[in-house]
């Protein structure tokens, strides 16, 4: 009687100790909304990789925005990206190749392909990344606005901390080391290029 009754008390603390069930990430299936909806400017937020290359830059990023623009075809987006990279800013044109019928997109820099990744379902004015072509898990989150809810950051959180991420791994970006957008006036009045 008294093992039923330990184990009867005991049962909800060893529950409310599991670890949260990871859901999957489910991507965003492609359809004739999907690229508008991807056009104009974004705000990188964060992220995590344990992809060298992708890791490293990561560490230097400390403010990143980039815009969508339509490309030569509907399947074709220009990006152009500003990021305070080392300290110093740069802006970089590169594509992102729309693949509508694996709900993909590649990111081409240089003619080559820089990176794959599936679109996250969330929020429409957040981008969830989840990048596919390497072994290594990469997610990042982009939104809309320079800073996004305490929610939408906690469940970027737990999708990092499914893929095995800790507090640790993730990389966030800040307004403070903004660098001047196009056509974004500057202390002395003038449009920067």
């Keep these: 009687m008294l093992a039923t009754l330990t184990l009867l008390l005991g049962l909800p603390l060893a529950l409310a100790t599991e670890p949260p069930t990871c859901a999957p990430l489910v991507p965003i299936?492609?359809?004739?909304?999907?690229?508008?909806?991807?056009?104009?400017?974004?705000?990188?937020?964060?992220?995590a990789s344990r992809y060298p290359p992708h890791l490293a830059e990561l560490k230097a990023v400390t403010f990143a925005a980039f815009s969508f623009f339509p490309g030569s075809s509907e399947d074709e987006l220009n990006i152009t990206e500003i990021m305070r990279l080392n300290g110093t800013c740069v802006v970089r044109n590169s594509k992102l190749q729309v693949l509508q019928q694996n709900s993909t997109v590649v990111h081409v820099d240089d003619?080559?392909?820089?990176?794959?990744?599936?679109?996250?379902?969330?929020?429409?004015?957040?981008?969830?990344?989840?990048?596919?072509?390497?072994?290594?898990?990469?997610?990042?989150?982009?939104?809309?606005?320079?800073?996004?809810?305490?929610?939408?950051?906690?469940?970027?959180?737990?999708?990092?901390?499914?893929?095995?991420?800790?507090?640790?791994?993730?990389?966030?970006?800040?307004?403070?080391?903004?660098?001047?957008?196009?056509?974004?006036?500057t202390d002395e009045g003038d449009a920067d290029p």
């Design 111 to 185: 003619n080559q392909v820089a990176s794959m990744a599936t679109l996250i379902q969330s929020d429409k004015d957040l981008l969830i990344l989840n990048e596919i072509n390497i072994d290594s898990p990469t997610l990042s989150l982009s939104a809309r606005t320079p800073n996004v809810s305490k929610e939408h950051m906690e469940e970027f959180k737990a999708h990092l901390h499914c893929l095995g991420f800790t507090e640790e791994d993730m990389f966030y970006t800040s307004i403070e080391d903004a660098c001047p957008l196009p056509g974004e006036k």
């Design 29 to 47: 299936t492609f359809d004739n909304t999907t690229v508008p909806r991807l056009l104009g400017q974004w705000f990188y937020i964060g992220g």
